[in-house]
């Protein structure tokens, strides 16, 4: 997108130096990264990095309005209410393509959206290695709003942990050292000092929740929660007998389970702005569109693109038998855009925001982005290929 930084990037490019670095990568936390890290990052210009943040400030308008709690109630899936929900989400993240328009302008997209955390402690080690090994431009930042990475750290920090002790706050996951995403856990351990806890370990008593912390029973007063039922569902049989999270627990949600719900594809329908493809709830839909093939259709509950169908059939309609859970969004056109020594990669940028309690709205820390040469992003589209996967994408100061 910047075509000097990408010629200079490229020109100095080895393979030797990839290695190298991920080998640096890879000596804090050995054998933790469990998926594929991109060989380059982007340079984003000021001009299309504007465009980004102004709808994500468009639409964090829509959901700081009044009555946005209403309108999403119809988010939370039965039997997945959780207790005791603050007022905002601590952690929301806006995933964009970007995408080439009718007339061959590049253009951001917004892809989806959710109230829930990602890779924040992941995101404040990956780009300083990443700087040691490659030449980033000084006036080009992943952290935006004036962060640098002890301030960043000291956000997140604030927000997760308060007041409280670490040892009495925990990251909650569903066996979190097995998950793809565990490098996370230990950046976020290291920073923190805060633990990552299967939910199998939780032990209740009355409304009190407990871990056992280095042999000690220690009483949990904070939750940074990174379950998404979704996967709990399917992880249900192999987990035994487990506390039912949406019980009123004396604990408080960083952020609450809710939010993955009411920030997400659900919102999408009631947003109109042109960087967010026009979607509609399918049981709204009197009738299929003419031009059905330019149309993707979602599941509202479902991550890691699960359930997506990308050419979409009448036929593939009919089958649906819960249409009020499910989206019809408009197409949008990947561009090839960052240029690599075969074929040009596609790219999804996450910009990753931070709402503090008190705080009237979200403020923009950083980002991630991903690569891919397939027909969808993610590992199982980009299976034996090069420069893509997990990268960050560095944005004109």
């Not at 980004?52 to 468009?58: G, H």
């Not at 059905?292 to 693109?305: E, I, M, T, W, Y």
């Amino acid at each position: 997108m910047v075509p000097s930084l990408r010629e200079s990037f490229n020109a100095s490019f080895t393979k030797e130096k990839y290695q190298a670095f991920l080998e640096d990568l890879n000596s804090r936390f050995p054998g933790a990264i469990d998926f594929r890290i991109s060989e380059t990052p982007e340079f984003i210009p000021k001009w299309f990095g504007d465009k980004i943040i102004d709808t994500c400030e468009y639409i964090i308008d829509i959901i700081t309005k009044p009555g946005f709690n209403e309108a999403s109630e119809r988010a939370i899936p039965s039997g997945e209410m959780v207790a005791n929900q603050n007022d905002h989400s601590h952690f929301i993240a806006f995933d964009f393509g970007i995408c080439e328009n009718k007339n061959g302008e590049l253009e951001p997209q917004l892809i989806e959206m959710q109230g829930f955390p990602t890779l924040y402690g992941f995101e404040a080690y990956y780009p300083e290695v990443l700087r040691r090994h490659f030449s980033i431009p000084e006036n080009y930042s992943h952290f935006f709003s004036g962060y640098n990475k002890q301030s960043y750290i000291e956000a997140i920090r604030e927000v997760i942990l308060g007041k409280t002790a670490p040892e009495h706050v925990i990251l909650l996951e569903i066996k979190p050292h097995e998950q793809k995403t565990r490098i996370d856990f230990y950046c976020t351990q290291e920073y923190l000092g805060i633990k990552p806890v299967c939910i199998t370990e939780l032990i209740p008593e009355g409304l009190d929740l407990y871990y056992m912390n280095d042999g000690r029973k220690t009483k949990i007063e904070r939750i940074y929660n990174r379950i998404i039922f979704d996967d709990l569902h399917a992880n249900r049989d192999k987990l035994g007998e487990i506390v039912d999270i949406t019980k009123p627990w004396n604990v408080k949600w960083i952020p609450h389970p809710n939010w993955f719900y009411r920030i997400s594809k659900f919102t999408l329908p009631f947003i109109d702005h042109p960087y967010v493809p026009e979607t509609f709830f399918l049981n709204e839909i009197k009738q299929a569109p003419a031009d059905l093939q330019n149309f993707v259709l979602k599941p509202l509950f479902s991550f890691a693109g699960q359930g997506v169908v990308i050419d979409v059939t009448p036929d593939d309609i009919e089958k649906v038998d819960d249409p009020r859970n499910w989206i019809l969004q408009r197409k949008v056109k990947y561009a090839d855009v960052i240029k690599t020594p075969d074929v040009g990669a596609k790219v999804e940028i996450r910009m990753m925001y931070i709402w503090k309690d008190g705080d009237p709205r979200p403020i923009l820390a950083t980002n991630l982005s991903r690569l891919s040469k397939g027909k969808m992003i993610g590992v199982r589209y980009n299976k034996d290929k090069e420069w893509v996967g997990a990268s960050v994408a560095f944005f004109e100061q």
